[in-house]
């Protein structure tokens, strides 16, 4: 059995919400839009409705095709998933090339996908949205931010030049014609949760801080929602907010 719960929240800092979430039918997404006047909104809107669109549309039809092939060394929702991620990032990226207004824009995706037979999630990211795995009381980051400062060697020394710099995205959806991101699964175990989130939420909240708070509501995550988006708020709130979180009964 699954349970899930999602919000979205404009922050204290912001005049509009451009993040997007989406969680039903066994699709989870997490979209942080970026670029001009209202842009960032277009680009997580655009982004959150191919992906979801594609996923529902190949779960009822068998016979679809698949615009980018179909790689039979990958299981078939990752197939699924990778296509969803490419058609998104075409989708956006062919707006901003169209139209001025949308000149340069993007979003980042955490997007997780839950089998329909098995406890099993497939998942993937693109920019600095992250997806967590709690189990047993303790919290494991599943992506890697897609930031200038993770393209750096490990233990490399980061001088004054450097740091301004750290948060500064390598990648996001429509920012170039293709993109490339991994895909991943992850076999579900009794008690599991899995967490989606925009930085908003974690620029402002430890993990400490968010694995205290999701064990101590995780009977009621609604309730753990809006204790994660309190938080932030209360931390100062610096940017939009969301948070979905899934968790999986056997």
């Known amino acids: 059995m699954i349970s899930f719960a999602g919000q979205t929240d404009i922050g204290r800092r912001r005049s509009l919400n451009e993040d997007c979430i989406y969680a039903q039918d066994g699709v989870f997404l997490v979209c942080d839009g970026m670029g001009g006047h209202k842009a960032g909104e277009v680009a997580s809107k655009l982004a959150m409705e191919a992906i979801a669109g594609f996923l529902l549309r190949s779960a009822e039809d068998p016979e679809m095709t698949w615009p980018y092939g179909y790689d039979p060394h990958l299981p078939h929702d990752a197939n699924r998933l990778g296509t969803a991620i490419k058609q998104a990032n075409r989708v956006v990226f062919r707006k901003s090339m169209l139209e001025d207004d949308y000149t340069g824009m993007g979003t980042t995706v955490a997007a997780v996908l839950l089998a329909s037979q098995k406890p099993t999630v497939t998942y993937a990211h693109v920019g600095d949205s992250r997806i967590y795995h709690i189990r047993s009381g303790a919290m494991l980051q599943l992506t890697r931010d897609d930031t200038w400062a993770n393209l750096q060697s490990a233990g490399a020394a980061e001088d004054d030049a450097v740091a301004p710099m750290r948060n500064v995205l390598t990648k996001a959806l429509g920012a170039r014609?293709?993109?490339?991101?991994?895909?991943?699964?992850?076999?579900?175990?009794?008690?599991?949760?899995?967490?989606?989130?925009?930085?908003?939420?974690?620029?402002?909240?430890?993990?400490?801080?968010?694995?205290?708070?999701?064990?101590?509501?995780?009977?009621?995550?609604?309730?753990?929602?809006?204790?994660?988006?309190?938080?932030?708020?209360?931390?100062?709130?610096?940017?939009?907010?969301?948070?979905?979180?899934?968790?999986?009964?056997?």
Do not use: H
């Not at 809006?226 to 899934?246: F, H, P, T, Y």
């Open 177 to 250: 014609e293709e993109v490339e991101f991994n895909l991943d699964e992850l076999a579900l175990a009794d008690g599991d949760i899995i967490l989606l989130c925009s930085d908003g939420l974690t620029n402002m909240v430890s993990d400490n801080q968010i694995l205290e708070i999701v064990t101590s509501q995780s009977a009621d995550l609604d309730a753990a929602c809006r204790q994660l988006m309190s938080r932030a708020n209360e931390e100062g709130g610096r940017d939009n907010i969301s948070v979905v979180l899934v968790r999986y009964t056997a």
